[in-house]
């Protein structure tokens, strides 16, 4: 009689949506400090002068807080994330706008990224015997097309992470046996990490597209979690000076990837996910370049990866366009360019794959900022084509195991009904 009870629940686990998801799309606009305002928000529409855009998912205004922000945009991406569903929420909008204060938050007002390590520690935490979650994060920065590792060097880091620096004078500390060793000098602390195997971007059947080849980092708790989090942000920011804020140009993508083990009996189903949360370079840097007389300090300043995402979601809406006209074949023969630039590449599962995912474009409402605020709602509203097709990431191996069970328990069923 458990049989039952017993396959209801393995089927809730094994549960796929049936259905294309929409990529959530909101919008939030940061207090302004001064001057004349060009930008308003009402309901879920968002004018620039005259020019109304919406409606959008979500709207937040200047006087949201970060908790209504998570629960608007974050929230049900982390949830699905905990279900066995990969997930993304990415922050889009021109430098200063707020994106890193909508990511990372501040102290004290605790971002999208502590609120999520958060959630998820509070599932995890509060697991019965069946269930196990291993949380394990990633963070790297793309800049200028190259992946470099945040989170190299770390303390607690795990798989391929170069060796710790050598031991500081240790040899003479032991031999000398004193009470207090003399303070050894402290070698002169690299001000730029020791040069590193570039991580690459890697795709296999079963753990799906991934960085390979960075600094994977077991966190038992959500406080290691958010420790990492804020060790690696600290290295993107040093590594950028005033005159070459590099935060503006690079994409920061922190991962939590999430193994989901349950088991019943003789029975294990594994979940793997992954979760990432990104801070976009400032969408200022997408802009075309426009043959000035400083025409090469301009290219200097176009993103590559943002440009790619750009051409990325043009073909998704062309894409989603055929199909709505009925011409499934000519849909599926548009070519979507992921594999132009890494930053599309990495987060494909996220625009049309096979995740959740959530964006929030950032908006500043000066008058000032008019023109950056335009093209981030016009991008904003072409977000809304962009469609993915949730799967849930189990295991092969233990779904063939599952159905024999199942075939073995309808097997003697029909046994006994005779
Ligand atoms: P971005 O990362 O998009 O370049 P920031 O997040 O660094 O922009 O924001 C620029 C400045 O504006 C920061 O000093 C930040 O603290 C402030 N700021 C941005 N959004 C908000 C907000 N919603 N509430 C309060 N301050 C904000
Ligand atoms: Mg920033």
Not at 219 to 242: H, L, N, W
Not at 303 to 312: A, C, E, K
Not at 396 to 414: C, F, G, S
Request: charged share 30%; with cysteine.
């Amino acid at each position: 009689e458990s049989d039952v009870s017993e396959q209801s629940e393995w089927d809730a686990l094994l549960a796929q949506p049936a259905e294309e998801t929409a990529v959530r799309v909101a919008i939030r606009s940061r207090p302004q400090i001064d001057g004349e305002s060009a930008t308003s928000i009402r309901g879920n529409h968002v004018s620039v002068g005259d020019t109304n855009f919406g409606p959008f998912d979500a709207t937040l205004d200047d006087h949201s807080t970060q908790k209504a922000t998570y629960d608007g945009v974050a929230r049900n991406v982390v949830e699905q994330a905990l279900r066995g569903f990969h997930g993304c929420v990415m922050a889009y909008g021109a430098t200063g706008s707020g994106k890193t204060h909508a990511m990372a938050g501040e102290r004290g007002d605790a971002g999208i990224v502590s609120r999520a390590i958060a959630q998820v520690f509070a599932v995890s935490g509060a697991e019965s015997d069946e269930t196990h979650t291993r949380v394990e994060c990633t963070y790297v920065e793309i800049y200028r097309e190259q992946v470099r590792d945040l989170l190299v060097g770390d303390a607690g880091a795990s798989e391929n992470a170069l060796p710790p620096p050598p031991q500081q004078q240790r040899g003479r500390a032991l031999q000398a046996g004193n009470r207090t060793p003399p303070r050894a000098k402290t070698p002169p602390r690299a001000k730029t990490p020791p040069p590193q195997k570039q991580p690459r971007i890697r795709e296999d059947e079963r753990r799906g597209v991934f960085v390979d080849g960075c600094t994977r980092t077991r966190c038992r708790s959500a406080e290691e979690c958010i420790d990492a989090f804020r060790m690696g942000s600290r290295r993107r920011a040093v590594r950028g000076t005033a005159k070459n804020d590099r935060s503006s140009r690079s994409h920061a993508v922190f991962t939590l990837e999430l193994t989901r083990t349950t088991t019943r009996g003789a029975a294990t189903v594994t979940q793997a996910s992954r979760l990432h949360l990104v801070d976009l370079a400032g969408s200022e840097r997408v802009k075309e370049s426009k043959t000035t007389g400083d025409g090469v300090k301009e290219a200097g300043n176009i993103n590559q990866s943002l440009m790619v995402l750009g051409n990325v979601v043009t073909a998704l809406e062309d894409k989603a366009s055929k199909r709505r006209k009925g011409d499934i074949n000519g849909a599926a023969r548009v070519h979507v360019p992921y594999r132009d630039a890494k930053l599309t590449r990495l987060l494909q599962d996220a625009l049309g794959g096979n995740a959740y995912a959530a964006i929030l474009c950032c908006v500043s409402r000066a008058a000032a900022d008019a023109s950056h605020t335009t093209s981030t709602l016009r991008f904003a509203s072409r977000l809304k084509s962009v469609t993915t097709a949730p799967r849930k990431n189990l295991d092969p191996k233990d779904m063939e195991i599952l159905r024999l069970r199942r075939e073995n328990a309808k097997l003697r069923a029909a046994l006994v009904d005779d």
